[in-house]
């Protein structure tokens, strides 16, 4: 130990750091503090969402789709990083990235301090070189999911080197991701911004009372690998999840499971229109599956509904409630939404939970917010 090593500031625990990156709104979604306040809206929300969560929601997106998608999550994945890393009005504050630190640069992977607190704070896991060769082969321990951690490191990869690089990747049954990446001299354009087709309202940051309720029982497991009252998280980039979006389009043909007679999506075509129901159903089964216990008796009941099954994940919130029928109808009016699909797919849990029956979501836009009204499946007699 040095004479002068106490004058060194001891880094900041990791607590702190997730909790200062992931910055809560009193609209009910989560910003990331690493890419600044400027260009929020259209792409620094994030959903901070369970792993196991979020892996039963894509297979049951696959499985009402009768696809496979999960080269299309990966490549979301690198297509989102790249942008991030690459668009100016990604920078923050000034043009400088606050936390993030240096860009990924060079082939030695442990140099990449700001990449790998990035990991750390998002919840991805951790990453590590096993061979630099012809082939690149790089494992990540306790993968938050294997095509998003996939495709960031590919970009990542090619960032730091500067040439295109194929990629595929393969996890084993102890939980590590294996990624192998071969020099790829094909010309791919650089990614566009993202752009919803819905607004919000803009609000500020949550009080610190409020702040410290959405972190209580946070646990480190290991590097790359945090839980909230025991259920491991990862922050997911509403960009990406667009990108993933846009990236399945072109494939959709249908629904092949499911309940598609119970979404109704105002100014969407035919494919993005199945591709939302298929979303929205997966998310309610996933929702109804989990059990939770929901009381509603007036209709403002909702907006409390929403903070607990919504907000706290970073999906949302609603600010107007109105009864539509005497049987559980109700319209929502959204302050905020980080994929309509998503949020419709959860409160339509939450309207069966507590009435007992099948219910059906309709999804419109006044003044370019989102509306969501919930009524049952079936007529009932008055």
């Known amino acids: 130990m040095g004479f002068f090593d106490f004058l060194v500031p001891k880094p900041p625990p990791i607590e702190e750091l997730v909790r200062d990156r992931w910055g809560p709104s009193k609209n009910g979604t989560f910003f990331d503090a ?33 696809l496979s998608l999960g080269r299309r999550l990966a490549h979301a994945a690198a297509e989102s990083y790249e942008f991030q890393v690459s668009n100016p009005a990604s920078l923050g504050i000034l043009g400088i990235r606050k936390i993030r630190g240096k860009i990924p640069s060079g082939r030695d992977i442990s140099s ?6 990035e990991w750390q704070t998002q919840g991805l896991g951790r990453f590590k070189m096993l061979d630099d060769s012809e082939e690149i082969r790089i494992i990540v321990e306790r993968p938050a999911s294997g095509p998003i951690c996939s495709g960031i490191i590919a970009s990542a990869w090619e960032k730091s080197t500067g040439k295109r690089h194929r990629f ?5 049954k102890g939980g590590g991701l294996l990624i192998t990446l071969a020099q790829d001299d094909t010309e791919i354009p650089s990614p566009k911004p993202t752009n919803p087709n819905w607004n919000w309202k803009h609000t500020d940051m949550l009080g610190d009372s409020d702040i410290d309720e959405l972190w209580k029982d946070f646990r480190m497991d290991s590097p790359g690998d945090w839980s909230i009252m025991g259920e491991r998280k990862m922050f997911l980039h509403r960009d990406l999840f667009l990108r993933f979006e846009d990236y399945c389009i072109p494939y959709v043909d249908d629904i092949k499971e ?45 907006v409390g509904v929403a903070r607990r099954h919504l907000s706290y994940h970073g999906l949302g919130g609603i600010d107007s409630t109105a009864r539509t029928d005497e049987h559980g109808g109700v319209r929502l ?30 999804v419109s836009y006044e003044e370019g917010l989102v509306t969501l009204e919930l009524r049952a499946s079936r007529e009932i007699a008055s």
């Not at 949020?343 to 099948?358: D, I, M, P, Q, T």
Request: with cysteine; glycine share 10%.
């Open 112 to 117: 990449w301090s700001g990449t790998i607190l």
């Open 34 to 66: 690493h890419l600044g306040w400027e260009g929020f809206f259209e792409h620094n929300v994030a959903w901070r969402v369970g792993t196991s969560w979020f892996e039963s929601w894509f297979q049951g997106i696959e499985h009402r789709l009768g």
């Open 333 to 362: 009016g959204f302050t905020s939404v980080f994929h309509p699909a998503i949020a419709s797919g959860v409160l339509l849990g939450c309207w069966e939970r507590a009435h007992g029956r099948n219910g059906r979501a309709s």
């Open 168 to 172: 595929r990747w393969s996890e084993n």
């Open 258 to 302: 499911g309940r598609s007679e119970d979404y109704t999506w105002e100014a969407l075509d035919d494919k993005r229109s199945e591709w939302w129901t298929a979303a929205a159903d997966s998310a309610r089964e996933r929702f109804v599956a989990e059990g939770h216990h929901v009381l509603v008796r007036d209709p403002s009941d909702w």
